[in-house]
């Protein structure tokens, strides 16, 4: 099979579903995640023959570690088994041996050394901030929320934004409610895997007291769940009252360019769906495309984020498809 069909059938597990493009074509779900990450390690080129090396089992790559530990963070009653399962869903192809060794060298095979494991990663979010000057590119993600207006044929639309505050990469996505779940949603399902393609490993999350999320029931320390999705995540607040000029601006700014452009679609009369999906391409063109100033120095976030790590960006399917959420 050629590496231009197995990158259609990629989309088109991507639209319509890993499960039934597979039964389509006539693959295992294993198969298609090894294109999958093959595709994400080096683009369309990686999807051809490649000629295979041994890797010794105990060279298990750094970041699969994290996202092993991290999932028996979340998991602490599953074994080597249920892990790869995990692993095998989002795009890993590693053996169960290969899981249990990582277990054992972190002193995590038996049941109960997990749970201790997972009841002592939990953190609480707190007022103090990080170091705004030091972060680097990917490190610190700003979170808020945006009132759109109430509609007639919409109704309440609420835009849900994760920013990071050095490269000024968005994620952002609109629903009809306010909830916490809502966040989770959009970090697990679009920031993370973003992030995660741009070699980017958040170290900071966060919220502003202000922001009108915070006015619902339910506690932002229920959010500490963003630990277990491969990442270490320190949850903050920060205070309307302290300065925090550069993060307002950023805020501000963005907020207004998304504005600017959702509202002539909304008096247009567009319908929910279609409005989510044309954000989806504003949102990629900004981040791909849109020139930003740095220090008088003109990138998208994208190729700052790229510039200032020296990541070798292959841009991952988001940048080539829209998604239903």
């Known amino acids: ?57 105990n060279k298990t790559k750094p970041e699969i570690v994290s996202t092993i530990l991290n999932l028996i963070k979340k998991h602490p009653k599953f074994g080597p088994r249920e892990i790869k399962y995990f692993l095998e869903e989002i795009g890993y192809d590693i053996s169960e041996s290969a899981v249990y060794n990582v277990m054992n060298r972190n002193n995590l095979t038996r049941r109960a050394k997990r749970l201790k494991f997972a009841n002592k990663s939990e953190k609480k979010a707190n007022r103090n901030y990080p170091d705004f000057e030091r972060i680097k590119s ?21 835009a849900y934004t994760i920013f990071d505050y050095k490269s000024k990469i968005a994620c952002t996505r609109l629903y009809n409610q306010l909830s916490m779940k809502n966040f989770e949603d959009i970090l697990t399902g679009l920031a993370i895997p973003v992030a995660q393609s741009l070699g980017a490993e958040c170290k900071h999350l ?37 300065d925090l000029t550069e993060a307002n601006e950023l805020r501000k700014e963005y907020t207004h360019q998304c504005l600017s452009f959702l509202m002539p679609l909304i ?6 769906n279609k409005l989510k999906i044309d954000l989806q391409s504003y949102i990629r063109d900004y981040n ?38």
């Not at 008096?267 to 929910?272: L, R």
């Not at 020139?291 to 070798?312: Q, R």
């Open 138 to 158: 990917g490190e610190c993600w700003l979170c808020w929320t945006t009132f759109c207006g109430e509609f007639e044929a919409l109704g309440s639309i609420y």
């Open 267 to 272: 008096y247009k009369g567009v319908s929910f």
């Open 1 to 57: 099979m050629d590496k231009q069909l197995k990158f259609e059938i990629i989309i088109e597990g991507q639209k319509y579903g890993v499960t039934a493009t597979c039964k389509k074509h006539n693959i295992s779900r294993t198969l298609y995640y090894r294109w999958l990450k093959r595709y994400k390690t080096h683009g369309i080129e990686g999807l051809g023959k490649i000629e295979k090396n041994f890797t010794p089992v």
């Open 288 to 325: 791909i495309k849109n020139k930003l100033s740095y220090n008088g120095e003109f990138y998208s976030p994208v190729e700052y984020h790229a510039k200032s790590t020296n990541a070798e960006v292959i841009l991952p399917l988001w940048a080539y498809i829209e998604r239903q959420y």
């Open 206 to 242: 966060c919220f502003f007291d202000n922001d009108i999320i915070e006015k619902q029931k339910g506690s932002l320390l229920s959010y500490t769940t963003v630990q277990h999705f491969g990442y270490d995540i320190n949850v903050h607040m920060l205070k309307e009252s302290d």
